[in-house]
């Protein structure tokens, strides 16, 4: 499957604890995005990479947000100390820059948090 | 500000009829336009986009959209839906790049698609 990975696909967590996500884009992308998804809601944008570079967070993001995607290749994201209304689907996509018919994001099947 | 708006929160179409999906959008310039859909507990699936040239495009499950740049609009439709067809259909719109814009999507708030056998 040559399509973006997220692991886990589920995750349920006590309230206070700490989870990380992983997202594994489609090889030859350089961007990667994390959006965050409530029911019935469209995605909220959080972050984004460029390769290894982060060059934006959302400011809806608190400080307990943290992104890395260290080789500019796949991507984790943290969550400190979480809080119920952090429960939400987060989805990762990734997309090619340059060509300008690339461009397109592609997802991947997110990975839904409840905090508990 | 930048929106995009899907003024229908769910539409309901019989099996077999043409179905269209409402999207309009405030952003400058020729953005780029995209519509996703979303089946239950999973991510989004990429249908089609716009960039340039002819008006009307394709896309899978034999979705197309029209663009209309006087009305600032991007429908999606299908000539004949299939029960299958229900799900969450996102529009986004993607500023043309340029120095200082992160070319991130802005996204509707989704139309809910219900195909009655």
């Known amino acids: 499957d040559t399509g973006v990975s997220q692991n886990p696909r589920h995750k349920i967590t006590k309230r206070g604890q700490n989870v990380t996500f992983r997202c594994d884009p489609i090889?030859?992308?350089?961007?990667l995005y994390w959006y965050r998804q409530t029911l019935g809601q469209g995605p909220e944008f959080l972050t984004y990479f460029q390769n290894e570079a982060q060059l934006e967070k959302s400011r809806l993001l608190s400080d307990r947000f943290s992104a890395e995607r260290p080789k500019g290749s796949f991507s984790t994201l943290e969550i400190q100390r979480t809080e119920q209304g952090d429960s939400a689907m987060y989805l990762c996509a990734s997309s090619s820059e340059g060509a300008v018919m690339n461009t397109e994001a592609f997802f991947g099947q997110g990975t839904r948090l409840t905090v508990v | 500000a930048q929106s995009v708006a899907q003024p229908e929160d769910q539409v309901n179409v019989a099996e077999g009829n043409p179905l269209t999906v409402k999207c309009t959008y405030s952003?400058?310039?020729?953005?780029?336009l995209f519509w996703y859909v979303q089946y239950p507990n999973r991510g989004l699936q990429f249908l089609l986009k716009?960039?340039?040239?002819d008006n009307l495009v394709k896309g899978s499950y034999g979705f197309e959209a029209e663009f209309n740049k006087s009305q600032t609009s991007f429908h999606l439709k299908k000539p004949s839906a299939l029960v299958s067809d229900s799900a969450l259909y996102f529009c986004a719109v993607r500023p043309v790049p340029r120095a200082g814009n992160n070319r991130k999507l802005i996204w509707g708030l989704g139309t809910s698609l219900a195909v009655n056998p």
């Open positions: 090889s030859e992308h350089n961007r």
């Open positions: 716009y960039i340039t040239g």
């Open positions: 952003v400058s310039g020729n953005p780029y």
